[in-house]
């Protein structure tokens, strides 16, 4: 079965910790891969598209990697702004399939 | 600006009613989703179309229903005969190429019901 699992589920880092985001997926005929962030009651804003293994993609301190099984979003030096919650989604070739995401809280 | 707006932002539905949620785009989009968002659980598709006058079920299209008069408009209905119906509701919209082709979506701000 095509499934899509992020961990953590929740993630609490200090101002300038840096960590990493996982989403592994299990799926038939993989092409593509998107994160999005989320804040609290807004709808997902599009972050980056991933389509093969090896693909990295950066925007501020965000950056996307891929490998044949799942994908790191690594922050790096987080600020209390990178708040929110981050989710991955992956296509096949006939659905798109959400994972439940990771609420990242940065503090000061 | 270029986008996808919902209305209304927040609805309150007492039970046995229909209620119809709004989405329009001005991105000149073929393709248009509904989804559903509960805590805890990924996005769940509801319905879905790629051009005027066409949609098609998603996985949880029981209690729903949609239309596609206008390619700027795909309203959803949630009627009385969906069992759970208190959710976050958002629209999405991508360029031609299928259903589920490689281009990303783009959402609107939701929708979120209640039933009282």
């Known amino acids: 079965e095509d499934q899509v699992t992020q961990s953590p589920e929740a993630l609490r880092l200090q101002e300038g910790e840096s960590s990493s985001l996982n989403c592994s997926y299990t799926?038939?005929?993989?092409?593509?891969l998107f994160w999005y962030r989320q804040d609290p009651g807004k709808g997902p804003e599009f972050l980056f598209t991933?389509?093969?293994a090896g693909e990295e993609k950066e925007k501020e301190r965000l950056k996307a990697t891929l490998t044949k099984k799942e994908s790191f979003l690594h922050i790096t030096a987080p600020k209390p702004e990178d708040s929110a919650t981050y989710l991955c989604?992956?296509?096949?070739?006939?659905?798109?399939?959400f994972g439940q995401g990771t609420t990242l809280q940065v503090k000061p | 600006d270029g986008g996808i707006t919902q209305s209304p932002k927040y609805l309150f539905r007492k039970e046995g009613q229909n209620v119809t949620l709004s989405c329009e785009q001005n991105?000149?989009?073929?393709?248009m989703y509904w989804y559903r968002q509960d805590p805890g659980q990924g996005l769940r598709l509801i319905y879905y179309?790629?051009?005027?006058?066409?949609?098609q079920k998603g996985d949880i299209a029981e209690g729903y229903s949609v239309s596609r008069e206008k390619k700027e408009s795909f309203p959803l209905t949630v009627t009385s005969a969906q069992k759970n119906p208190t959710a976050f509701y958002l629209c999405?919209?991508?360029?031609?190429?299928?259903?589920?082709?490689?281009?990303?979506?783009?959402f609107g701000e939701g929708s979120r019901l209640t039933v009282l």
């Open positions: 991933l389509y093969s």
């Open positions: 999405a919209s991508r360029t031609s190429g299928g259903a589920y082709g490689t281009g990303e979506l783009f």
């Open positions: 179309s790629q051009i005027v006058n066409d949609f």
């Open positions: 991105l000149n989009h073929d393709a």
């Open positions: 989604a992956v296509i096949n070739t006939g659905k798109l399939i």
């Open positions: 799926v038939s005929g993989l092409r593509g």
